[in-house]
């Protein structure tokens, strides 16, 4: 397989990570779930963006709220060796980051009302069994897999159904 062949299997992946991670970073903040305290991603915090990052201000969002949603994992899971949604590799966050800018805005922006997240994650989650708190779901390098990916999405989807924190991580 060539290399168009590769980055193709890693687009799909990432997209669909990137896609996950702005749910998963609206869906937690103050006015939805209330995991970190943020309203980043809230029409008046985009508006805000907007006036310091007039070109990149839905990115900044994302990137703001995901900061957030990266302490509060951390705070639970512990840094070093573990990787979730919101901390990957160096090579991977600069990869989403950089498709955050290529991506077409309104695929971001339809995320960040609450039904539409939520079926976001409904369509992209895997069964599983629910669990509170900290779970380890796998290695550090089955993150940017499809499969890993539902996985982390039913987690989620499964937490803001039951009112539960859940937080899939790989180590």
Same mark, same amino acid.
């Given at each position: 397989?060539?290399?168009?062949?590769?980055?193709?299997?890693?687009?799909?992946?990432?997209?669909?990570?990137?896609?996950?991670?702005?749910?998963?970073?609206?869906?937690?903040?103050?006015?939805?779930?209330?995991?970190?305290?943020?309203?980043?991603?809230?029409?008046?915090?985009?508006?805000?963006?907007?006036?310091?990052?007039?070109?990149?201000?839905?990115?900044?969002?994302?990137?703001?709220?995901?900061?957030?949603?990266?302490?509060?994992?951390?705070?639970?899971? *512990?840094?070093?060796?573990?990787?979730? #949604?919101?901390?990957?590799?160096?090579?991977?966050?600069?990869?989403?980051?950089?498709?955050?800018?290529?991506?077409?805005?309104?695929? #971001?922006?339809? #995320? #960040?009302?609450?039904?539409?997240?939520?079926?976001?994650?409904?369509?992209?989650?895997?069964?599983?069994?629910?669990?509170?708190?900290?779970?380890?779901?796998?290695?550090?390098?089955?993150?940017?897999?499809?499969?890993?990916?539902?996985?982390?999405?039913?987690?989620?989807?499964?937490?803001?159904?039951? *009112?539960?924190?859940?937080?899939?991580?790989?180590?």
């Amino acid at each position: 397989m060539g290399v168009e062949g590769s980055a193709s299997r890693i687009a799909q992946p990432l997209e669909s990570l990137l896609l996950l991670r702005t749910a998963v970073a609206f869906l937690g903040e103050r006015k939805q779930q209330n995991w970190w305290d943020t309203d980043f991603l809230s029409h008046v915090g985009r508006q805000y963006f907007r006036l310091i990052f007039p070109r990149t201000a839905l990115q900044a969002s994302i990137h703001s709220a995901s900061a957030a949603a990266q302490k509060f994992h951390d705070e639970r899971t *512990g840094v070093g060796r573990v990787v979730h #949604l919101f901390r990957l590799d160096h090579e991977t966050e600069f990869r989403l980051h950089r498709l955050a800018l290529e991506i077409d805005p309104a695929r #971001l922006t339809r #995320l #960040l009302q609450t039904q539409s997240a939520l079926e976001h994650l409904r369509a992209t989650a895997a069964k599983v069994t629910p669990a509170p708190g900290p779970i380890r779901i796998g290695q550090p390098e089955e993150a940017l897999t499809t499969p890993a990916i539902s996985t982390l999405a039913g987690h989620y989807f499964v937490a803001t159904e039951s *009112g539960q924190v859940t937080l899939p991580y790989f180590a």
